[in-house]
Structure formats: structure tokens, C-alpha cells
């Protein structure tokens, strides 16, 4: 074996430096202090209080409501769905730096589906929330109201059209059924008979499509903007969060006076110092 020197292991103590605060150091100044935290804290946490119980509450409702239309083969939207969305943004949706002045209200709707808006409105109570709703509904209805004027009467122009045609055409087939009974010439007489069927055919469809316009201006297929289910209410505040505020408030000065106990602690240090 080759001789090896052996080094024997030496410990260097460590200082501590004076600067470094203990555990120990920190718990009593805290407890220096405690009368200080507990004050500082309940004053915070008082203060919070007082302002859920001041702040005005506000209460949301959620309705489903579906634009008015006529049902005929396909429905007849009396005001167009993009439009009205902008119109209802416009006129009733606040803006998001004036949303203390209440009633506000939130629109969204479905993915695919183009005459369903989903109103969320937040107001002071249920009832102001309500009465923000209907004065949405009645608005748009009496907007539908006026356009629905407007297009009856344009279907009724398109039936009275349609009745003087027929008028027209019976007129004409009369005249023919005369003109058959006086014709012994058969390709003459051929001819005739193909314009009677003709016209018939054309009386017939007119009178279809005066009945499906009779139908669409009935009162069975239109429908003005409704909601669709109920109508749902917030028993509950959704703002201000009482429970929520409190909390935070608590935690923010139980560590905001534990901070300036630190602060006024670290200042006196330096005094000390000088």
C-alpha cells in the first residue's frame, strides 16, 4: 500500500449574521403588536361591512324570448333578428363605464339559432328587472304591430290581384265554352279545349295561393316576440357579494397590519442605529 496523508476534517463554526431575524424574533414583535393588528384589522373589516350594508343590491333576472313571425311555408320574421340584436344593444344595453345606473342588460344568443335572445338584467329588485323586460317586450311588439300593418296589407293587394286575374280568366273561359258549342271544326275545336284546360289550370293555382295568403293573415299564424318558459328570478343578491367582501377585507388588513408592523418595527431599528 502507498502511504496516503490523511487531513484531518476541521468544522468552521458559522456566524450568524445580525442582520438575520429569527422566528422567534418575528412572533414577538407580533405579539408586541397584537393589540395593533386586532384594531387595524377589525377597522378594516368594519369598514367592509358598512359598505355591503349601504351598497344597493342588485338582482338579476333571465329570460329566453323569440322574435315575432308569421308562419306561412317559412317563416316571415316581422323585424329582421340581426337588426333588432343591434337595436337592443344600442338603445337598452348600457354602457360598460355606466353600468352603476341601473337596470343593465346582457344579451347573447344561441349558437345556430338566429330569433332566440337570451336576456340577462340586472336591476335593484326583481320588479324593476321585471318592468326592464316588459319594456323591451312592448317595444318590440308594437314595432312587429306596425310592420305586420304593413304587410297585410300587401298580401291583401296580392289577393285582390289575383281575384281580378281570375275574374279575368273566368270571363275568358266563359267565352270560350260558348265559342266550343258553335265549332264543328276539330282541330279548331282541339285548340279551344287545350286553352279551357289551360286556363282552369291557372284559375286553379291562383286560388291555392289566395287561400295559403287568406291563411297567413290569420291571427292563428302570427306571433308577436314572447318569452319562451319562465321567467327566471335571483331570490338572492348577485352583487354586492357580502360574504365575499368581508373575507377579503379581513385577510387584506389582517396582512396590511402585520406589514405596518414590520415597517414602524424596521423604522425604530434604524433609529436605533443612529
Known amino acids: 500500500m502507498s502511504d496516503q496523508k490523511i487531513i484531518p476534517v476541521q468544522y468552521i463554526p458559522v456566524e450568524c449574521d445580525e442582520d438575520e431575524i429569527s422566528l422567534k424574533d418575528i412572533i414577538k414583535n407580533l ?31 333571465n329570460a329566453s324570448v323569440q322574435l315575432g313571425y308569421i308562419n306561412s311555408n317559412s317563416k316571415i320574421y316581422l323585424l329582421d333578428p340581426y337588426a333588432t340584436k343591434v337595436y337592443l344593444e344600442n338603445v337598452y344595453k348600457k354602457d360598460k363605464f355606466d353600468k352603476i345606473k341601473y337596470p343593465t342588460i346582457n344579451i347573447s344568443t344561441p349558437k345556430n339559432i338566429k330569433d332566440i335572445y337570451n336576456l340577462n338584467i340586472d336591476a335593484h329588485s326583481n320588479k324593476d328587472a321585471e318592468e326592464y323586460l316588459n319594456k323591451i317586450l312592448n317595444d318590440l311588439k308594437n314595432k312587429e304591430s306596425k310592420k305586420l300593418k304593413v304587410v297585410k296589407l300587401e298580401i291583401n293587394k296580392k289577393i285582390n ?60 299564424n302570427t306571433t308577436l316576440t314572447h318569452i319562451i318558459g319562465t321567467v327566471k328570478k335571483s331570490p338572492n343578491p348577485i352583487k354586492p357579494k357580502k360574504k365575499l ?12 397590519s402585520i406589514f405596518l408592523v414590520f415597517l414602524i418595527e424596521f423604522i425604530k431599528s434604524l433609529k436605533d442605529e443612529e
Open 245 to 256: 367582501i368581508i373575507t377579503v377585507a379581513f385577510i387584506t388588513g389582517l396582512i396590511l
Open 161 to 220: 290581384i289575383l281575384k281580378n286575374a281570375n275574374n279575368r280568366l273566368k270571363s275568358e273561359l266563359k267565352t270560350l265554352n260558348e265559342k266550343l258549342k258553335n265549332t264543328k271544326d276539330a282541330q279548331l275545336y282541339a285548340t279551344i279545349l287545350n286553352n279551357i284546360s289551360e286556363i282552369q289550370s291557372e284559375i286553379t293555382k291562383n286560388e291555392l295561393t289566395i287561400t295559403n295568403l287568406e291563411n297567413t293573415l290569420s291571427p292563428a
Open 31 to 61: 405579539l408586541k403588536h397584537k393589540k395593533f393588528i386586532v384594531i387595524f384589522t377589525l377597522l378594516i373589516t368594519a369598514l367592509a361591512v358598512i359598505y355591503v350594508f349601504i351598497k344597493k343590491p342588485v338582482y338579476e333576472i
